[in-house]
């Protein structure tokens, strides 16, 4: 969530920013402007009639002890209304900031200011590319062949269980899953973050703190009876750990990681490029997490962006590394870093990790603070990547290393799995 006050002292630069987003609802930022000028008015009225109440209540004391109950009473008479009018302007200002705090969550995040201009994903500027595509043979299978090939993977026994995008792994493709999971987590433990198992179901708080709720409120599921969440990506509950906290600045930097099953509705999502793995109501996904000083928060995004890169570069698949343009970033983000990888057999990229730093926006609503050096009270800055979701990675994995023998597990997973082919 933004800070009123630094909208109202940057009210330009603040609609200049949300532009590059395509923001459309610009006239919110001179709403709030005008809402938390209210605010302020009501509360110097109030504070003025606080200080004549705390006046004449001094001023009939002093003339109690002296005896002079008349001149007392009179002033009591006079001063009988400031209650009555307190009240009136709290229950004016009480609507007034309701108001004001409905239309602040309605404003996106400010875009960086590396973030370029732009509508969709064909505007997102490709920062690099790592790797060289195979080139498969003409008889080359997508993934979803290759698991029913192999039998791996039951897409049709997810549906029979649950419904569309609820896969079944079986047998390798379980141990792949398995297996992955591990060298992830074991390779985040290698750089330092600290692993947690949070919980996968969220309440409201938890929602709004990180900006889920209630931009994507659409697209997680609610457990309706209990009014809670199924997370869709372990970012929220981890990041939740520090809602209302003062960290110790000597904290810095605060890197966690996990391990959670995702859920995401989707709605709306159908076609070819939504087939087998490329897109489900429920995956598995290890997230890294940063808490850091405000001064250090965009060369921590570049090490986890690094960071991200090399677990590619460690399973040997070609990727690339985009910067979203302002039109496809998230709700929440100032800036993000996509990584794509290669997927041999649909010959296009697939997303496979989104590493972002949120700056304020997510411990403004959070409360995560710290206290510099001057004892001040500052809001910390938070940032988040995926390390890596397994889907997509898993698809490109089968496709981008069949061969006639079977499919190659990449060496640095074999003492996970166990073994080095499906076949």
């Known amino acids: 969530m933004l800070q009123v006050n630094y909208i109202r002292e940057n ?13 459309k609802a610009l006239e919110l930022v001179d709403e709030v402007i005008a809402l938390d000028e209210h605010r302020r008015q009501l509360q110097t009225e109030s504070d003025s009639i606080a200080a004549e109440a705390n006046a004449a209540a001094r001023q009939i004391g002093e003339l109690m002890r002296r ?28 609507v007034v900031e309701a108001d004001l705090y409905e239309k602040l969550v309605l404003l996106p995040n400010l875009p960086h200011q590396s973030v370029p201009a732009g509508v969709g994903a064909e505007d997102n500027e490709v920062v690099l590319e790592h790797g060289h595509r195979p080139e498969l043979g003409e008889d080359a299978l997508p993934h979803w062949e290759l698991a ?35 060298f992830f987590l074991d390779q985040a433990a290698k750089a330092g973050y600290k692993e947690v198992q949070p919980p996968i179901l ?19 599921y609610h ?16 990041t939740n750990l520090y809602r209302d906290t003062i960290i110790k600045e000597s904290d810095f930097p605060i890197k966690m990681t996990a391990y959670t099953p995702c859920f995401r509705r989707e709605a709306g999502s159908y076609g070819a490029h939504v087939r087998g793995l490329n897109r489900l109501h429920q995956f598995d996904k290890v997230e890294v997490v940063q808490i850091v000083h405000p001064d250090k928060s965009y060369e921590v995004l570049e090490e986890m962006s690094t960071y991200v890169q090399s677990l590619l570069q460690a399973l040997n698949l070609p990727y690339r590394v985009l910067r979203l343009c302002g039109g496809d970033m998230g709700f929440t983000s100032a800036l993000t870093y996509d990584m794509e990888v290669w997927s041999a057999a649909q010959k296009r990229w697939l997303e496979v990790s989104s590493v972002s730093n949120f700056e304020t ?3 403004n609503r959070l409360k995560v603070r710290f206290k510099g050096e001057n004892s001040k009270t500052q809001l910390a800055h938070t940032l988040n990547g995926s390390a890596l979701a397994l889907p ?21 997973l074999v003492p996970y799995t166990g073994f080095e082919w499906i076949e």
């Open 11 to 23: 009210r330009d630069r603040v609609v200049e920013r949300l532009a590059i987003r395509n923001f």
């Open 67 to 94: 005896g002079q109950r008349d001149e007392a009473d009179a002033i009591k008479a006079r001063s009988g209304g400031y209650k009555e009018q307190q009240k009136k302007l709290a229950d004016e200002q009480a």
């Open 148 to 182: 029913a090939k192999y039998d791996i993977i039951d897409f049709e026994l997810g549906t029979k269980v649950t419904g569309a995008g609820f896969p079944v792994y079986k047998g390798k493709g379980a141990r792949l899953q398995r297996a992955m999971i591990n």
């Open 202 to 220: 969220i309440n409201e708080a938890s929602g709004f703190g990180t900006g889920q709720l209630p931009d994507k409120e659409g697209q997680m």
């Open 223 to 238: 457990v309706g009876i209990d009014n809670l969440y199924l997370i869709p990506t372990a970012e929220v509950p981890v």
């Open 361 to 363: 926006y997510q411990s």
């Open 392 to 412: 997509r990675i898993v698809a490109s994995l089968l496709e981008d290393n069949q061969t006639e023998k079977g499919i190659r597990i990449p060496d640095v």
